[in-house]
């Protein structure tokens, strides 16, 4: 990784074009194994707060808490305030530097209400996500957030990737595309031809996507032995404010 790493203009435009940008190997073996371990005492030990398979009711979720495989985490929440080493990541100078040239602007804030979690993909009893934009459930005065995903571990299709659709988040749709909890309807032809587009997101270690809050995504479930860990912030320009009384309002954001 160079020592100040910095987005070229081309790589601008391609976040522009597509909604998302890659980034290989920004952080390093090392950061991401301390990020991990902590990751994984949190999870071993259910540390609160968490959001568990069966709150989301996804497909493959387990239905009740009582149910086999029913205590089966899928997100661990308040990242930012959990441990120094994911602060650290959250506020380092590097991502700060490159938020500011995605936002094009000096002043960007990092959403506690959103994402801000560690998010896993467990064997056996881990959900799928249907196709949907981050922006569905959360309200600002404009809809331009920026989240940070970055891979702990191996992240391909058959540890459940996600998937998205480049140039999707600059598309707007009437509201008989969507179900009842806003997710792309697949029985729609014109929603099928739509995610016929959509391209993988195999990660690995230390990589990470950067992409768009209105960008159509998707993921698949964990079919290995082994968790998916990944750490994910969400950033806003300050002047893009939360809505006073709302879920993106719940937390104060932070500078960075
Ligand atoms: O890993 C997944 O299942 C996707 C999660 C996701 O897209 C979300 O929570 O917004």
């Not at 968490?50 to 009740?64: F, I, K, L, S, W």
């Not at 959103?114 to 064997?123: D, E, L, S, V, Y």
């Not at 998707?218 to 912030?233: D, H, I, P």
């Amino acid at each position: 990784m160079p020592a100040s790493p910095t987005f070229t203009d081309a790589d601008l435009c391609a976040f522009e074009r597509d909604g998302y940008f890659i980034w290989r190997g920004l952080v390093t073996e090392a950061d991401c194994s301390k990020m991990k371990q902590v990751a994984d005492t949190h999870l071993a030990e259910c540390l609160a707060p968490a959001e568990y398979e069966v709150d989301v009711c996804y497909p493959g979720a387990p239905n009740t808490l009582d149910s086999l495989g029913g205590e089966t985490v899928r997100r661990l929440l308040h990242a930012f305030s959990r441990h120094p080493v994911f602060r650290d990541w959250a506020t380092s100078k590097v991502l700060r530097n490159l938020l500011v040239q995605l936002f094009a602007d000096d002043a960007v804030q990092l959403s506690q209400s959103h994402h801000n979690c560690i998010m896993t993909k467990r064997p056996g009893y881990s959900s799928a996500t249907l196709w949907h934009q981050d922006n569905r459930y959360w309200d600002f005065d404009q809809q331009n957030l920026i989240s940070v995903w970055l891979a702990l571990g191996d992240e391909q299709i058959k540890n459940g990737c996600l998937r998205v659709i480049p140039g999707s988040h600059k598309m707007n749709f009437e509201s008989g595309r969507f179900d009842a909890n806003l997710f792309l309807r697949t029985d729609l032809a014109e929603n099928k031809a739509l995610i016929g587009k959509f391209v993988r997101v195999a990660l690995n270690k230390g990589d990470v996507l950067f992409f768009h809050s209105k960008l159509f995504h998707a993921a698949g479930r964990n079919l290995t032995n082994e968790t998916k860990t990944s750490l994910v912030f969400t950033y806003h320009e300050m002047k893009n404010s939360p809505i006073h009384g709302t879920r993106s309002a719940r937390y104060p954001s932070i500078s960075i």
